[in-house]
């Protein structure tokens, strides 16, 4: 299926931050936010149907994709301080915040600090805090480990640069605008560990975790896949039974991209889900 995509656009926030638009019913803006060494394009799929709600607006935080870092952090709380100043000068009316993986971090602890300027929020294969009986897949866990130590981290993403070719490096999730990974600059793969590095704290203390569920105020979607290895449903599930009042579809045979793996299943839960708690 060849898709039809709208223009990138770039808005300057304390540098560039570069996104797509589509537009749709102008009362409300969703905002798709991207995962660890992901885009906009992770959204690709979804984003023309969804518009059929509300517009649609599809960034690459700094750092991500094609906008750079410009001296902006990268770790989550710098990360959502960028999402909060493109919220305000590229969504309008209600805001749905819609996060993939570190993204639905993000839009977490984006709806906990300013629950005012969030209306819904929807966690697609979003990054939850570590619960007991579940674990990501070995090799998951061990690369969080190693994220965690100084130049270690580096040097992994580095190897599993010149190991992995351009297809098996995007179907990882580092879905950078690239067709050689060789060529990646140094700077993005030290802004990508020091995302890993934020992200690895929030999963391993439960505190910030509750903390941050506790602070949302606002009507919640979780999509989950079954087959998800780097955050495993039983995270989702943890999350849920904490948060009755959240709504919670884990998908069968789906990993840790639901929109993308299941766009359609994705379209419909949000959209059941819009229309019982938004409209």
Do not use: K
């Amino acid at each position: 299926m060849l898709l039809e995509l709208p223009p990138m656009q770039t808005i300057d926030l304390d540098g560039p931050v570069v996104y797509r638009s589509w537009a749709g019913p102008s009362d409300t803006t969703f905002v798709l936010v991207h995962g660890l060494g992901g885009s906009h394009l992770n959204w690709l799929q979804i984003a023309e149907g969804l518009s059929g709600l509300g517009r649609v607006v599809a960034l690459d935080l700094p750092g991500f994709g094609r906008s750079p870092a410009a001296g902006r952090g990268t770790r989550v709380m710098d990360l959502r301080r960028s999402l909060a100043r493109f919220i305000d000068e590229a969504a309008s009316g209600r805001v749905v915040v819609v996060g993939n993986s570190m993204g639905g971090l993000i839009a977490s602890v984006e709806a906990a600090v300013d629950p005012d300027r969030v209306t819904g929020l929807v966690l697609s294969a979003s990054v939850f805090p570590w619960t007991r009986g579940s674990l990501p897949h070995p090799a998951v866990l061990a690369a969080f480990s190693l994220y965690g130590l100084d130049g270690v981290g580096e040097r992994l993403v580095r190897a599993r640069r010149r190991s992995m070719s351009p297809e098996a490096f995007v179907r990882v999730g580092l879905r950078l605008l690239t067709p050689d990974p060789g060529v990646i600059p140094e700077e993005v793969i030290r802004l990508q560990v020091e995302a890993a590095r934020s992200i690895a704290t929030y999963i391993r203390t439960p505190s910030l975790g509750i903390r941050t569920t506790d602070g949302i105020r606002c009507p919640v979607l979780v999509i989950h896949g079954r087959r998800d290895r780097f955050v495993p449903p039983g995270f989702a599930e943890a999350a849920l039974a904490a948060n009755p009042a959240w709504r919670g579809r884990i998908l069968p045979g789906v990993g840790h991209v639901p929109q993308m793996e299941a766009p359609g299943r994705w379209l419909g839960e949000v959209a059941d889900w819009y229309a019982a708690t938004l409209r």
